[in-house]
C-alpha cells in the first residue's frame, strides 16, 4: 500500500473524514470574481471622475471583495488536494489562512479610507452627484446578485468571509446612492466624505469577525457551541470508563470537528465496546465525528497514587 493510500484507507469504525477541503463551487466562485472585479473598475472610474471619495471607497471595497473570492478559489484548488506525507491532514486550512491574509488587507484598506476622509473634511471638494448615483445604483444590483449567488454555500470560512464583505459593499453602495441623490439635490458635499467613514466601519466590523474566527481556527481552539468540560464529563459516564485526560477538541476544517483524549478502561476487555459507545455519543451529541481514542488501563494509574 502507498503513502496516500494509507493516508486515506479507512477502516470499519474509523472516521470518514477525508482529509480534503469541502467542495465551493468552482463556477460560482469565478463567477463573482468575473462580476465583482469588472464592476469595482467601473466604480473606480467613475469615483475618479465624479470626484467621490464615497464610490471610490465602494470600488476599493468591491476590489478586496474580488481578492477574498480569489483567495477562496485558490484555496479550494489547494484544499481538494488528497493528503500527502508532508501535509498529513491535508491542505483544507489553506482556505483559513487566505481568509486571515484577506482581513488583514481590508483593515489597510479602512485606513486608506478614513485617512482621505479626514483630508476631505479639511479641504471639502466638489461631487458629481448624478455619476454617483447611477454607478452606486448600478453597483448595488451587481452587489445583491453576488450576493445571492455566494449564499447557497454557506459551508466554507473563506465563501462566508466574502459574502460577509458583499454584504458591507452592498451596504456601501447604498451609501453611495445617499451621498449621490444629496449632492445631486444641492446638499452639503461633505456627506460623501462622512458615509464614506460609514462604509469604512461596515468593512472593519465584517473583517473583525472573519479575523477572530480565523485566528481561533489556526490556534485549534475548541469550536463555538462545544462545552469542553462537559464532554469530558459525558465521556467518563461511559459505563467501564475510570476517567478521560489529555482531552484535546479542535477544527480539522470550518466543517469538521476532531477530538482526542486518553481513555482510562477498568476492564480492557470491553474496549471495542467502550469505543463504539464514546463514538455513537459523540457524534449523535456534539456533532464530533473525527475521533481518536487511546485506551489505557485505569490500575496503572490508581497504582501509583
Known sequence: ???????????????????????????????????????????????????????????????????????????????????TGKYSFGLAKVEVLA???????MFGVVGWIVFEAVERFTDPQSVNGASVFIVATVGLIINIVVAKTLSHDKDS??????????????????????????????????????????????????????????VHLLLDGVPEGIPYA???????????????HDLHIWDMTPNEIALSAHVLIEDMNTWAEVLEQCRQMLETRYGISHITLQPEPASSKTETH
Open 230 to 244: 462537559e464532554v469530558g464529563s459525558d465521556l467518563e459516564r461511559i459505563p467501564n470508563v475510570y476517567a478521560v
Open 99 to 105: 481568509a486571515l491574509i484577506n482581513a488583514i488587507v
Open 157 to 214: 470560512l473563506n465563501t462566508r468571509a466574502a459574502l460577509l464583505h458583499v454584504l458591507g459593499d452592498l451596504l456601501g453602495s447604498v451609501a453611495a446612492i445617499i451621498a449621490g441623490a444629496v449632492i445631486y439635490f444641492g446638499g452639503p458635499t461633505v456627506v460623501d466624505p462622512i458615509l464614506s467613514i460609514f462604509v469604512s466601519l461596515l468593512i472593519l466590523n465584517s473583517s473583525y469577525h472573519v479575523l477572530r474566527d480565523s
Open 1 to 83: 500500500m502507498n503513502l496516500e493510500s494509507q493516508l486515506t484507507k479507512h477502516f470499519h469504525g474509523d472516521s470518514s473524514y477525508t482529509h480534503q477541503g469541502g467542495g465551493t463551487s468552482k463556477k460560482v466562485l469565478i463567477a463573482a470574481v468575473c462580476l465583482t472585479l469588472g464592476y469595482a473598475l467601473v466604480e473606480a472610474v467613475g469615483g475618479f471622475l465624479s470626484n467621490s471619495l464615497a464610490l471610490i471607497s465602494d470600488a476599493g471595497h468591491m476590489v478586496t471583495d474580488s481578492a477574498s473570492l480569489l483567495f477562496a478559489l485558490a484555496a479550494n484548488l489547494l484544499a481538494a488536494r488528497p493528503a
